[in-house]
């Protein structure tokens, strides 16, 4: 071989492999790119069912309740597993919406802002309080981060609709006749959301759908 051709051939050598690496680097890009279009799209879709679930269950299930002589729905159960499982954004926008559709289909457009914002404000709290307990409990007992965290958020719903009744609806005092309903209320989406989220938690399939980083 000649003395001469041997840098051409070098370069050439030289320009094959940085093709190479840059095709490969490329490949991997777009894969990524790929994967978070990819999830992002999953958590949408995933956040929109979970809000016309939250609108059915507070609509249509009816639990009777001896202790009122009236009904609980499961809407908070699915509000706090909004939470638990779609993140502060994605849950408390389910949540937040999929509530306050059911104040405005069902004629309760007075009650429909602040249901958005409470059961947002719901969703994000029993996040936060159900990941930094799981951290905590280095993964055990996620039963008692998700009944602490769902008490918590429960109690915003109930201090925020007396706040709402009796500051913005003007009813005063006489807001504090819907604070026993709404305990009660709270207590069924604890119990509910805590059962579904230990199911959900021990199930390989949908702890890993609903993992999040």
């Known amino acids: 071989m000649a003395l001469e051709t041997m840098p051409l051939?070098?370069?050439?050598?030289?320009?094959?492999?940085?093709?190479?690496?840059?095709?490969?680097?490329?490949?991997?890009?777009?894969k990524a790119v790929l994967l978070v279009k990819f999830e992002k799209i999953k958590s949408l879709v995933t956040a929109a069912l979970f809000a016309a679930i939250i609108c059915v269950a507070t609509?249509?299930?009816?639990?009777?309740?001896?202790?009122?002589?009236?009904?609980?729905?499961?809407g908070d159960c699915f509000v706090l597993l909004a939470g638990f499982f779609l993140g502060p954004v994605y849950g408390g926008l389910a949540a937040g919406i999929g509530s306050a559709l059911t104040d405005i289909l069902g004629g309760y457009m007075q009650y429909a802002p602040a249901t958005f914002v409470?059961?947002?404000?719901?969703a994000?709290?029993?996040?936060?309080?159900?990941?930094?307990?799981?951290?905590?409990?280095k993964g055990k007992f996620a039963f008692v981060a998700a009944i602490i965290a769902g008490i918590v958020a429960e109690t915003i719903m109930v201090l925020g609709y007396f706040g709402y009744e009796a500051v913005v609806l003007g009813y005063g005092l006489g807001a504090a006749?819907?604070?026993?309903?709404?305990?009660?209320?709270?207590?069924?989406?604890?119990?509910?959301?805590?059962?579904?989220?230990?199911?959900?938690?021990k199930s390989k399939t949908l702890s890993s759908f609903f993992k999040r980083g």
């Open 124 to 137: 994000v709290a029993a996040y936060f309080i159900y990941k930094a307990l799981k951290n905590a409990f």
């Open 59 to 74: 609509a249509v299930v009816k639990i009777p309740s001896p202790a009122t002589g009236g009904y609980f729905n499961l």
């Open 9 to 30: 051939l070098i370069i050439l050598d030289l320009t094959a492999k940085i093709k190479c690496e840059t095709q490969s680097s490329y490949g991997v890009l777009r």
């Open 118 to 122: 409470i059961k947002a404000l719901m």
């Open 177 to 201: 006749g819907s604070i026993f309903a709404n305990v009660m209320q709270g207590v069924v989406g604890v119990a509910a959301s805590t059962a579904v989220s230990v199911v959900i938690e």
